[in-house]
């Protein structure tokens, strides 16, 4: 198993990709610490991976918050003695997304992923290294209509990966993300309550001619967590159907 003996973090794992996530670590043979604000889906993820045969515990911990960090990879040591893998995935509520609110959504998707790679530094240190995984988006690549806060934040999570990447590689330390396309999860439900045919619009835009699953980016954030990604770090994988290659609807 490509995570065995490995303990990973993933932040917002209560559902949809960080659920995935943790899951298919769990699959690998980590040993996960679920983190989401609501408690009673991260300890359902949590208690899936257990109910499977995996090692899982779940702390509600807020990352836009500095003492909820704190406490969050304090009881990661003291669960499981250590930290491998740590995948920041936590995003803030669809409606900030929506309604274009910058301080939440830098908060959690900017700060928050900083601040949890921060803290997860001695902890890999300690370990002789370990790996980052941001999940980013294809809004942080190219431009789409809207949720200005949200790409603007997301090409911060970018930039981040690839500045702490340089920093701390010396260290064995590799930083690295994946920028996801449209990927059908529950935080779509309130654009589907508005829309909702959202995803039938959005679907011709995407050359393999579906939307993305959480166990695509899944497959890829396992990928780079392993040691099969020994020599990768500051890079930029799109999980994302061939969205950013180009547009299938440009008329020749």
Not at 91 to 105: M, S
Not at 107 to 128: E, M, N, W
Not at 153 to 180: D, F, H
Not at 182 to 200: D, S
Request: proline share 4%; glycine share 12%.
């Amino acid at each position: 198993m490509r995570l065995e003996g490995k303990i990973a973090l993933i932040t917002g794992a209560a559902r949809g990709i960080g659920r995935a996530i943790a899951l298919r670590f769990a699959e690998e043979g980590a040993a996960v610490v679920v983190d989401d604000i609501n408690v009673e889906r991260g300890e359902a993820t949590a208690q899936e991976i257990q109910e499977r045969g995996g090692q899982a515990a779940f702390v509600q911990a807020d990352v836009s918050n500095e003492e909820d960090v704190r406490r969050l990879f304090r009881l990661v040591v003291e669960r499981f003695g250590g930290l491998d893998v740590l995948v920041n995935n936590a995003v803030c509520a669809t409606h900030h997304v929506v309604e274009r609110h910058w301080q939440p959504t830098l908060d959690v998707v900017l700060k928050g992923t900083y601040d949890c790679s921060l803290a997860a530094i001695p902890l890999f240190r300690a370990r002789g290294g370990g790996s980052i995984v941001n999940i980013a988006s294809v809004n942080g690549l190219i431009g789409l209509q809207g949720i200005h806060p949200y790409s603007a934040a997301k090409g911060g999570v970018i930039a981040l990966t690839k500045s702490m990447a340089v920093e701390y590689g010396k260290e064995r330390i590799r930083v690295n993300a994946i920028c996801p396309g449209t990927i059908q999860t529950e935080v779509w439900g309130p654009i589907l309550q508005e829309k909702p045919h959202i995803w039938e619009e959005i679907v011709r835009f995407y050359p393999l001619g579906r939307l993305g699953r959480p166990e695509d980016v899944a497959n890829a954030a396992l990928f780079l967590a392993s040691d099969e990604a020994d020599f990768i770090t500051g890079a930029i994988l799109t999980v994302d159907g061939g969205l950013t290659a180009g547009n299938p609807l440009f008329p020749i």
